[in-house]
């Protein structure tokens, strides 16, 4: 079995829950944009640094993804595929 050994200290004191409040708000995916960089947009311009996106409708171009993987060189405990 592989082992990862984190660096450095341990923090003292985990951050165990932090408050968090949101709101409702639309605003549509700039086309020719990545999906991800299209909704970055979105948020940012409404104050947010992150958020959760419901996508009502709309066509998408292709998909690429990647799959969890052994490590090529064995350095890694957790590595991903090449890109499908």
Request: charged fraction near 20%.
């Amino acid at each position: 079995m592989r082992r990862v050994e984190q660096p450095g200290p341990p923090a003292p004191e985990r951050i165990q829950w932090v408050e968090g409040r949101g709101r409702a708000f639309a605003f549509t995916l700039q086309a020719g944009v990545p999906l991800l960089e299209a909704a970055r947009r979105g948020f940012a311009e409404a104050g947010f640094a992150s958020g959760t996106l419901n996508i009502q409708s709309g066509a998408l171009g292709p998909f690429a993804y990647v799959m969890p993987a052994l490590s090529k060189t064995g350095e890694n405990a957790a590595f991903y595929s090449d890109i499908f």
